[in-house]
Structures are given as structure tokens and as C-alpha cells.
């Protein structure tokens, strides 16, 4: 699109840049008794021929920026999963009540993506980040390969999730009767590396 946008202005300054004699020989030569075509008209012609390829230059760079604005740089991919590595590493969170840990993967994962995706800073984008999860995780020790569009880069981040019972929750009972449930609690020790997991 901006190679178009600008081998069309190309073409409207080159058409702008052919001499008035010229026009007039083509001209006569196709239709020789057609009147004369005054200067002015080839002033207001170049300035519009002039004008439009101007239009089509600032349109490749708007282009140019919107298409910057979508993709991660890669030092901007490696600032945000610094930071994100940074705010995960020391956190707590509940898990189900049930035991269940089978979407633990997609879970950090998610938080992963959000944690760069909010780290990134004002240039990058609000999206276009990807945690894959490794075939082999398990809930006790979990490693996300991270990358987004447009960056080369591929980073690393290894999550270590250790049960925390002092941290866990016990909702009263019914009628302040002591409670039958325990809302187990984990604290995340979270490290980040270049390259794939």
C-alpha cells in the first residue's frame, strides 16, 4: 500500500513536471483544430497534480505510522516481559477450591499476555501478545514462550507456583458456625529468559 501511494505520487509530480509546449504539441498533433490551452489552466493543473502528490506522500507516512503503531519492536517486547517478570514474580493468588488445576496453563498464561500488554508502554501496541504454553507444564512448575507481532524476539518465562497455606482463606460458616471450606492459596516465584522456552 505505501510503495502504491508512492509510486502514485511519483507518477503525479512527473505528470506535473512536463512543459506547457509539450501538452500544446501533443495536443495539436491529436486534434489540431482544438483551441488553444491558456497557461493558467497549466498553473492550476500543476498545483493540483503538485497537491495530490503531496496528499499521497503524507497518506504513505499516516500509513507507515499506523502499521508501526500495530507491531512490537523487539526492545519493546524485551522491556515489557522485563517489567511484566517483575510484577508476577512474588504474587499470590487462590485456586479453586476443588483442587483442579487443569487451567492453571491457560490461566497464567492469560495473565502473561495482559501483564506485557500493560507493560509496554505508550508506543506499543494493546495487543498481538502470545504466551504458548510448553507441552510438558504442570502446575507446580510452568514455562510460556512470549512473543508478539512483529518483533523477532521470543522470550522465556518460567513460572514456579508453591502452595501457601498461611495465605489461604476460610469463608465463615452458616450462622457463625465455623466454615467447611478452605480456598488454598499459592505464591508465584516468576523468571523470564531470551529465547524460546
Same mark, same amino acid.
Given at each position: ?31 489540431? +483544430?482544438?483551441?488553444?490551452?491558456? %497557461? ?16 499521497? $506522500? *503524507? ?9 508501526? %503503531? ?10 515489557? $516481559? ?9 504474587? +499470590?493468588? *487462590? ?8 487451567? =492453571? ?10 501483564? $506485557? ?22 502446575? +507446580? ?10 518483533? %523477532?524476539?521470543? *522470550? ?31 505464591? =508465584? ?9
Amino acid at each position: 500500500m505505501v510503495v502504491l501511494l508512492l509510486v502514485l505520487a511519483a507518477g503525479l509530480v512527473a505528470m506535473g513536471c512536463v512543459r506547457a509546449d509539450q501538452v500544446r504539441r501533443w495536443r495539436r498533433s491529436l486534434s489540431p +483544430s482544438a483551441p488553444e490551452v491558456p %497557461d493558467s489552466a497549466f498553473v492550476v493543473a500543476r498545483v493540483a497534480l503538485f497537491g495530490m502528490a503531496g496528499i499521497g $506522500v *503524507f497518506s504513505a507516512f499516516q500509513f507507515m505510522a499506523v502499521v508501526a %503503531d500495530a507491531e512490537w519492536s523487539d526492545d519493546e517486547l524485551s522491556h515489557a $516481559v522485563g517489567q511484566a517478570t517483575e510484577e508476577l514474580n512474588g504474587t +499470590s493468588r *487462590f485456586s479453586d477450591i476443588y483442587g483442579e488445576d487443569s487451567g =492453571f496453563d491457560e490461566e497464567f498464561a492469560t495473565m502473561i499476555e495482559d501483564e $506485557v500488554v500493560e507493560n509496554g508502554g505508550g508506543g506499543a501496541p494493546q495487543s498481538g501478545v502470545d504466551a504458548g504454553a510448553a507441552p510438558l507444564n504442570k502446575p +507446580s512448575g510452568a514455562d510460556y514462550t512470549v512473543q508478539a507481532a512483529g518483533a %523477532d524476539a521470543a *522470550f522465556c518465562v518460567h513460572v514456579v507456583r508453591t502452595r501457601s497455606k498461611g495465605g489461604d482463606y476460610e469463608p465463615p460458616g452458616i450462622a457463625g458456625n465455623p466454615g467447611t471450606v478452605t480456598v488454598p492459596n499459592y505464591d =508465584f516465584a516468576v523468571t523470564s529468559r531470551k529465547g524460546e522456552c
